[in-house]
């Protein structure tokens, strides 16, 4: 046992550490409201990631994954997010909020965001399913070993949010340029709105 979740560490941090939707979403957030708005942000991607591996310890998740009507509604609504958060970007570049300009954004950053990423992104479900499965010893609960390791990859992700939001204070001089921050503003856009786009067509 012992050695497979030794596997599973290593797998699942390799995991981790690509870049996503929700890496971004988290990024963005600190750009528009500094470490506080992607702290926020990032605790709704925890608990976001929380409901999805619940879900798969269930059993919800592989229903989700064998409907192919609840699978694409999902797909494309999450789509559809991406793509507005893209679009947002891209609308307020290079802006430094304000403040009291916090609690105005609908979905963007805070944690509404963190969740609603995570959530609407079916992928992370199938992920689960998938994934989680092939590391449950041949004779063990797959309720109790799922969530053990859905807790470990959570654990996992919120140490990678830790690291990237404590590095955040150093960049944040860098990031506050004007002309950077329509820079980081369009490259999030264009790559938001790609993984909308790439998440509906698929």
Known sequence: ??????????????????????????????????RR?????ALGNLCGLTVWVVAAALGLAAVLEASEVGYAVLRIVGACYLVFLGVQAWRTRGHVEQPV???RGLLGTGFRAG???????????????TFLPGFVP????????????GSIFIVLTAAYWVLLLGLAGRVTGW????????????????????????????
């Open 115 to 129: 969740v609603l990423t995570n959530l609407l992104n079916p992928k992370v479900g199938v992920f689960f399913v």
């Open 175 to 202: 990031m506050s340029t004007p002309r950077i921050r329509r820079r980081l503003d369009t490259a999030t856009a264009a790559v938001l709105v790609a993984f909308g786009v790439r998440l509906a067509t698929e």
């Open 37 to 41: 708005q992607g702290t926020l942000t």
């Open 1 to 34: 046992m012992l050695l497979t979740v030794l596997a599973f560490v290593g797998a699942a941090t390799l995991i981790v550490l690509l870049p996503g939707p929700d890496t971004l979403v988290v990024v963005r957030s600190i750009l528009r409201g500094g």
């Open 138 to 149: 041949e004779g063990s609960s797959v309720l109790w070993v799922t969530l053990l390791f």
């Open 101 to 103: 300009d916090r609690g």
